[in-house]
């Protein structure tokens, strides 16, 4: 089993749609959650970091479920410019430096 | 102005050759990472430094060798080159690497073909 799962889709979506996106972890110890993104042919950028209370970006908000071990992100009112892989990061050092760990990508299409 | 630069950008090599990937950051960052993201997407780490100290040194093969001649470079050296090197290579760096909630910030990327 993967450390980090994600659906890796495609989700075809219309621009003004709202799409959610979910991941599941296996390390419990894991301390610090996040969302990439990765345009193709490009390098990772950090989207949002993930709160355990939930956080919200504009059109994108993030949750943490500790307990199910899940992460989700929530895109509402897509464009076309948020075509892009969506990656599930997680942390899982146990000492002071971060080891993140990737989930494959769920692949996102915003068409006209 | 570049933040996470990596030379070169494609690599193109036989099997069986030695070769590089330098990477610089203008970030002032201590900590920097190298990750490999193979034919379906995945991405994992391979090494991080701190002060040009190893940190994390993933099950790579030995092959594999990192050096960090200042905090700003970590560069990567593959001896004898296979066909399951063929991947994107990507140099990342963070401010201090112990932060939980530390952005991780990535080069452009080397594209590694081995024939």
């Known amino acids: 089993r993967k450390e980090v799962e994600q659906d890796p889709g495609p989700f075809n979506v219309p621009e003004g749609a709202t799409v959610a996106f979910n991941c599941t972890y296996s390390?419990?110890?894991?301390?610090?959650f996040f969302w990439y993104r990765q345009d193709c042919r490009k390098e990772p950028k950090l989207l949002m970091s993930v709160y355990s209370s939930g956080n919200e970006d504009g059109r994108f908000t993030a949750q943490l479920n500790r307990a199910s071990q899940y992460i989700s992100l929530l895109i509402r009112d897509s464009k076309l410019s948020d075509s892009a892989t969506y990656l599930c990061v997680v942390n899982s050092a146990n000492t002071g430096f971060q080891k993140l760990v990737f989930g494959t990508g769920t692949r996102l299409l915003v068409s006209p | 102005d570049t933040a996470v630069s990596q030379t070169p950008k494609y690599l193109v090599t036989q099997m069986g050759n030695d070769k590089s990937i330098k990477c610089e950051q203008n970030l002032g960052h201590d900590t920097m990472y190298w990750y490999k993201q193979d034919s379906k997407k995945f991405l994992k780490i391979m090494f991080s430094?701190?002060?040009?100290?190893?940190?994390i040194n993933e099950t790579v093969p030995n092959r594999f060798s990192p050096k960090s001649p200042d905090k700003a470079h970590l560069n990567l050296h593959i001896n004898s080159l296979e066909l399951g090197d063929s991947a994107v290579y990507f140099c990342a760096s963070s401010k201090d690497g112990g932060g939980i909630q530390e952005t991780q910030y990535f080069g452009p990327g080397t594209r590694l073909l081995v024939l």
């Open positions: 390390n419990s110890a894991s301390q610090s």
């Open positions: 430094y701190n002060n040009k100290e190893l940190i």
